[in-house]
């Protein structure tokens, strides 16, 4: 076999991958995954061996072709790699699409189900429900009437998704602020009026321009020393898309949000779900609407005192009246007169590798596993290292590679992907292996990178992602690692390990200045741990009232009514806002999240992770946070067991009981309402 995207050698042969491969690989394996599709299907006496095997390896099979395509073309992008991802992204879909809505598929599923259940391992029976649920979840089980108003409901939301995006964008791009007085740029730094200088001088005008991406907002929002600049931002911003504010009426969202919410009602009726939520809430760890509202009112309850007195200090602090625009601007100066430490300044004391061996020494002393560097395994670029984790007892368990710095060419952010995952079936076996990806910038000068915390903070996040990939136990790949896991719980192994990166014990070891090698001096260490609490209130109260105002409006629509939705919005404004907003505040009207992305009925999942993995983190707080027999049964009752159960059970396992708010709260310095914090 000459395409290396076809090979099966135990990892990618990156150096070998080229663009024209990419096509060729993709079809020949969908034409023939789709000739096997049809025997599986065809099959008279379906069993797990003989179906649900065999699919799961065609599973593994897709992305063991796909995962080094999508990789290189976030890592190393080039104009022809991107084009042959782009030409196969809807073979792709058009392939998952007639998968998920296969009826003989279906039957022969639910046939297992229902002849060999009995029979099967608990995870077996798991993936099988799984995979009957998503299939009824996609419409195939429906009678033909309604399977293609299904289907052309779906259809329309995509558009609508996509119309909603492109007014938000469109109207973004619509304004700018032409400065002519320099006064107005006090306070914004160099690098941002050099380029509204510049652009202002390309289009042979005086002054400065700036435009309304949301790097200059939020520059503008926290630093810009005039009100009436940040007021015209904040206007021009929150107004986006809809009848208010210098664009009003243009690109106005608010008839499209409308039909939106009208084709999720009738997609959830459709499959007898009485609203969106419900039928959002099929594949999640919450399993009711009232569940989701009372745990997004009870933290608001916990949260309003300290929110209260966290405003009214902030006033105290800037000597007067504060508008929403002026607080993102007074919360940086009060920031930094408390704390004096800045992530500039704590970059010297966390060099690349001594922070990399401080994490390592985290996963190695809660999980008993040993990380160690390989040289020689195939990489895309020379700075990327590759490691291998194996169990103490020197089994191995996986690998990862870590692709660290920033580069030309290479997306922003950082990430955990899945290169390879794990499998034991008939069909033979493989272990997973990680993609762990940031964007630090380069050591030079002599010096190696040096993070900030932040970026420290990041890395945590990121491996606690890649350990939920690695220490899987499952074997069959639709429920290893971190597939299958509901979707609000697959935050709860990351956030969990970043925990971590706050300890006194942990920094200790991961801190060390470049030059001298002296740890975190211990008062900059408390002012930076002193920092993750600030304006805990504040912010909780935020998230709560975008959580509150998602769910409510796809719970509440209704034919009749219509969404209701700036009628919602001053509803949860009116029980949840602590700080003014004015009456034009349009901000429904450039909610992507949950207009156009993924998070329709599920921004709540911000929280609800949060909530468990703090809460999971206070179980070793308890015992202390190396304590053994905890991390044991955190490794096997959640992180080794992907989505091969139910998430609730597995966190009521590891925990003896239902996850409690308190502890976020707690970490957060918010112990309860209305007392003195
Ligand atoms: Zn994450």
Redesign the pocket.
């Known amino acids: 076999m000459d395409n290396p995207l076809l090979g099966r050698d135990s990892l990618p042969q990156f150096a070998r991958i080229r663009a024209e491969h990419v096509e060729p690989a993709v079809r020949e394996l969908l034409a023939a995954n789709r000739v096997r599709i049809g025997e599986l299907a065809a099959l008279a006496a379906p069993t797990f061996a003989t179906v649900v095997e065999p699919i799961e390896e065609l599973h593994h099979g897709i992305a063991r072709t796909w995962s080094p395509v999508s990789h290189l073309n976030a890592v190393l992008n080039s104009e022809a790699l991107r084009a042959a991802y782009n030409v196969c992204l809807p073979l792709l879909s058009a392939y998952q699409t007639d998968l998920a809505q296969s009826e003989p598929l279906y039957r022969a599923y639910r046939t297992i189900a229902e002849q060999q259940g009995a029979a099967l391992a608990p995870v077996q029976r798991q993936l099988i429900e799984h995979a009957v649920r998503d299939f009824r979840l996609t419409g195939v089980g429906l009678p033909p009437r309604r399977k293609e108003r299904f289907k052309t409901a779906m259809l329309e939301l995509a558009q609508l998704q996509a119309r909603f995006e492109e007014n938000v964008l469109d109207a973004t791009n619509a304004w700018s602020r032409h400065v002519t007085d320099r006064h107005e740029l006090r306070g914004l730094n160099e690098m941002l009026s050099e380029q509204a200088r510049r652009r202002a001088e390309e289009q042979q005008s005086p002054g400065w321009i700036l435009r309304l991406d949301q790097p200059t907002y939020v520059a503008v929002m926290t630093d810009a020393e005039s009100g009436e600049l940040r007021r015209a931002f904040y206007e021009a911003w929150t107004t986006r898309a809809s009848d208010r504010g210098p664009t009003a009426g243009r690109w106005d969202n608010s008839a499209v949000m409308e039909e939106i919410l009208r084709r999720r009602h009738e997609v959830a009726q459709l499959l007898d779900y009485p609203n969106y939520s419900q039928y959002a809430l099929a594949t999640r760890m919450a399993h009711s609407v009232d569940e989701v509202l009372s745990f997004l009112h009870e933290l608001a309850a916990a949260a309003r005192g300290a929110a209260q007195r966290e405003f009214a200090e902030l006033e105290a602090f800037a000597e007067r009246k504060l508008a929403a625009w002026d607080i993102g601007f007074y919360a940086e100066r009060l920031q930094r007169e408390r704390f004096r430490v800045s992530q500039e300044e704590l970059r010297p004391y966390f060099p690349l590798p001594k922070v990399l061996s401080g994490l390592f020494e985290v996963a190695e002393r809660l999980f008993g596993v040993r990380i160690q560097e390989r040289a020689g395994a195939p990489v895309w670029h020379p700075d990327v290292r590759f490691f291998e984790i194996a169990s103490s007892r020197g089994e191995p368990l996986g690998s990862f590679y870590l692709d660290a710095y920033a580069r030309p060419n290479k997306r922003s952010g950082a990430w955990m992907d899945e290169c390879i995952g794990r499998k034991r079936l008939a069909s033979g076996a493989a272990l997973p292996v990680a993609y762990l990806v940031c964007n630090f910038l380069l050591p030079g000068g002599g010096r190696p990178a040096l993070l900030t915390h932040d970026d420290v903070v990041t890395l945590f996040?990121?491996f606690g992602?890649g350990l939920h990939h690695l220490l899987t136990r499952v074997d069959y790949p639709s429920i290893a690692g971190i597939n299958g896991v509901a979707w609000d719980a697959v935050?709860l192994p990351?956030?969990f390990l970043e925990n971590y990166a706050w300890h006194p014990q942990v920094l200790q070891r991961i801190s060390g200045h470049f030059d001298s090698g002296a740890p975190l001096p211990a008062d900059q260490q408390q002012r930076l741990i002193a920092t993750r609490s600030f304006h805990a209130g504040l912010s909780m109260m935020r998230q709560l009232e975008f959580a509150l105002f998602d769910f409510r409006i796809h719970t509440e629509y209704s034919p009749e009514h219509g969404g209701r939705i700036l009628e919602i919005l001053r509803e949860v404004r009116s029980e949840v806002a602590v700080v003014p907003v004015p009456e034009w505040n349009r901000f429904p009207n450039s909610f992507g999240h949950i207009f156009a992305g993924g998070y329709a009925a599920g921004y709540y999942s911000y929280k609800w992770a949060e909530v468990l993995a703090a809460d999971a983190f206070a179980a070793f707080e308890e015992r202390g946070v190396f304590d053994g027999a905890t991390a044991q049964r955190f490794l096997e009752a959640i992180l080794s067991s992907g989505g091969s159960r139910d998430a609730l059970e597995a966190f009521i396992e590891f925990r003896g009981r239902r996850p409690d708010v308190r502890a976020l709260l707690k970490q957060h310095g918010i112990d309860g309402a209305g007392e003195p914090a």
Do not use: G
């Open positions: 996040h990121e992602h935050e990351s956030q």
